[in-house]
């Protein structure tokens, strides 16, 4: 039995939804679990911003997540995640408590305020409207959506000679078994394709070729160069019942998939983060589930890049003539 290619609808448990200001460049992508998810999450950039990450911890109490929220606008877009909480108490997402419901929401965020305007921050609002997109059924887009709308990739010869990132998903099913992953592609480095070359990244000054973000990294190793605007987030979700642990490492091994598809990855001025929501319907084992995971991050990473459209300034990989 041969790796097939799944879609949302093959997730029941799951709702994807997003929202944008797309004259501004700034956005919000949410996955939601509706019954709640053992999550766990993964973070090996060296500049993150997170929020509610440490009960994923498998030391701590907590037993579900409700909904990972990926956004735009540097520290400012994690206040988008109280617009999702708004959302799903609304619906009676969460944890009972008795007077309300309690939703469990985390979320991590990229730095765009270099593309478009700095002064577009996703809010509460924001949040809120990804959730009612999610909750309308209708299927997420690539590239210049949500929190992939200010996205941008290769900046180690300035912001000048970046190219436009985007938000990107994939979706595989071995079996009952299936995976998918939305990531937001705004690294630092260069995103490579499946034959190991350069596909989108840092530009030459002339801009008719690549200049190698790990070249020109190690070219000034002696200093860091002015690396701001960066991160790579992402969500696995699965219907496989692991443990806390287990999710945990589930975020670890989807990470290998950004370090196949982006060099360098896990920079220190990338923040990159990966979070897994595993909803439990199917018995696999961990191994199984991170080598569909992590290829389902490659291909997300892939077709972020590919549906990315040129804006902003910044050109996308479909329209750049090399």
């Known amino acids: 039995m041969n790796t097939q290619k799944a879609s949302l609808d093959d997730l029941a448990s799951f709702a994807i939804g997003q929202a944008e200001d797309s004259e501004g460049a700034s956005g919000v992508s949410v996955a939601i679990c509706l019954k709640g998810a053992v999550s766990g999450v993964d973070v090996r950039g060296g500049s993150p911003s997170t ?8 030391l701590a109490n907590r037993r579900a997540t409700h909904a990972v929220m990926l956004a735009g606008g540097s520290s400012y877009g994690l206040d988008a995640a109280g617009g999702v909480m708004k959302y799903l108490e609304e619906k009676q997402v969460g944890r009972n408590i008795g007077q ?3 939703p469990n929401v ?5 730095f765009d305020l270099r593309c478009g305007s700095a002064f577009s921050r996703p809010g509460p609002d924001m ?38 990132g985007g938000i990107g998903y994939a979706f595989l099913r071995y079996g009952e078994l299936v995976c998918g992953a939305m990531v937001a592609v705004n690294c630092a480095g260069d995103v490579l394709g499946p034959d190991g070359k350069i596909i989108a990244g840092t530009l030459n ?26 991160t790579v987030i992402g969500t696995i979700m699965t219907n496989a019942a692991l443990t806390k642990a287990e999710a945990n490492k589930l975020a670890s091994l989807g990470q290998n998939g950004i370090a196949r598809r982006i060099r360098p990855s896990h920079s220190v001025p990338d923040g990159d983060a990966i979070f897994a929501l595993c909803s439990g319907e199917v018995e696999a ?13 490659e291909e997300a990473i892939f077709d972020a890049v590919n549906s990315a459209k040129s804006a902003y300034g910044y050109t996308a990989m479909a329209d750049l003539a090399l």
């Open 51 to 58: 929020r509610d990450i440490a009960a994923l911890s498998p």
């Open 100 to 102: 309300t419901t309690v």
């Open 106 to 110: 985390s979320a991590a965020i990229l």
């Open 127 to 164: 949040g809120y409207k990804a959730c009612v997109d999610a909750y309308s059924g209708s299927s997420p887009l690539s590239g210049n959506y949500g929190a992939g709308c200010g996205a941008t990739v290769g900046k180690h010869n300035g912001i000048g000679n970046a190219m436009k």
């Open 205 to 230: 000054d002339d801009k008719a070729g690549f200049a190698d973000s790990e070249e020109m990294a190690l070219a000034r190793y002696k200093s860091y160069f002015d690396l701001f605007g960066n």
């Open 285 to 297: 084992t961990l191994d199984a589930v991170g080598i569909l995971a992590t290829r389902c991050v």
